[in-house]
């Protein structure tokens, strides 16, 4: 906390708490949604919030943090684009007496005491999860088949994670054969532009991986326009469940949907006031999400705030 940085804070209750927060950017559904979470609770909370957004790109990020170090703000909160490289920024902000919250991605610092907590899903967990409904959907199956991956922003803790989970899982059932495993950012565009590649270079293609909603929207895309049928010719597992993945669900389009919930803002604030009160907080808090199978999506649909 910023007591043990060598700092004492100002914290008398007239006093604004500054929150500086660098986002990643603005690659998807499920970022909008963390975004506007984050925006919304820091005015519920009374906060002074700067906010601002990377565009997917790490130097930008430091750029931010050290800018918030120079105006002093009270703590400092990021979603780190890639996991790698942040020792040195981190340790000035400690330097600085600056507590740092880790929201949504982590860093692969090995001291951890460069940062108060890490507020987020467990993204190993998810991967697992799309792997556990693969492995039992083709238990009985003496067929290979064919999975083409989509894989987040390269060396993104979810990127990582996913792609681990999901191997670690469907290992179990050797005709599960992962065939061709490429970055789509994240993004719609760059998922469809890379599913249009994997089905030029592969004649059989049974299954789709997308590590977001919005990769997998666009891949539904380029499946279509080959004349294929999305979530029948080529089933489809995604992650996050956004409104838009959970229409497509709904519509038979993406066979299952594990949740990654991006409304981090009410634990986000309430961390930032701990820390500035000198409390203890987690290590590690993680985020409780479920699965959606075509049906439940029906179900679900009407209920989706984002
Ligand atoms: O799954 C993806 C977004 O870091 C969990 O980033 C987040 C991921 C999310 O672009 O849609």
């Known amino acids: 906390n910023a007591e ?17 927060f660098s986002q990643v950017g603005a690659e998807s559904g499920w970022r909008t949604a963390n975004t506007k979470s984050v925006q919304d609770s820091a005015k519920e909370a009374g906060f002074d919030l700067k906010f601002s957004d990377a565009q997917q790109k790490q130097e930008n990020q430091i750029k931010a ?14 979603s780190p684009v890639v996991e790698s490289g942040w ?7 400690k330097d600085a007496g600056i507590p740092v919250i880790l929201t949504d991605r982590a860093v692969d610092s090995a001291d951890t005491s460069l940062y108060e907590t890490f507020i987020g899903s467990d993204f190993v967990e998810e991967g697992r999860r799309a792997g556990q409904w693969l492995v039992d959907q083709y238990k009985d199956s003496t067929e290979e088949i ?13 990127a990582i994670d996913r792609q681990k989970g999901f191997a670690e899982v469907i290992a179990s059932n050797p005709n599960l054969k992962v065939i061709a495993s490429q ?11 890379v ?19 919005d990769m997998g929207l666009g891949a539904i895309q380029a499946i279509e326009a080959a004349g294929l049928k999305p979530g ?5 597992i995604t992650v996050d469940g956004v409104k838009d993945g959970f229409v497509a669900a709904s519509e038979g389009k993406i066979n299952f949907i594990v949740e990654c919930n991006p409304l981090l803002g009410p634990q986000l604030m309430q961390a930032v006031q701990d820390v500035v009160d000198g409390k203890e907080v987690e290590k590690r808090i993680v985020t409780e999400e479920g699965v959606f199978t075509s049906e439940d999506a029906k179900r679900e649909l009407p209920n989706r705030q984002y």
């Not at 943090?65 to 990021?78: E, G, M, N, S, W």
């Not at 970055?183 to 998922?191: E, I, N």
């Not at 029948?232 to 489809?236: A, G, M, N, S, T």
């Open 4 to 20: 043990s940085n060598g700092e004492q804070k100002d914290t008398s209750s007239n006093k604004k708490i500054t929150l500086g």
């Open 65 to 78: 943090l050290r800018t918030f170090i120079q105006q002093k703000v009270d703590v400092i909160a990021f």
């Open 87 to 93: 020792d040195t920024v981190l340790k000035e902000a």
């Open 146 to 158: 064919n999975i083409v991956e989509l894989q987040g922003t390269t060396g993104s803790a979810p």
């Open 183 to 193: 970055t789509g950012d994240f993004t719609r565009a760059k998922g469809k532009e």
């Open 195 to 213: 599913m249009q590649a994997f089905l030029k270079a592969n004649k059989k293609i049974d299954v789709l991986y997308a590590h977001n909603d």
């Open 232 to 236: 029948v010719d080529i089933k489809i």
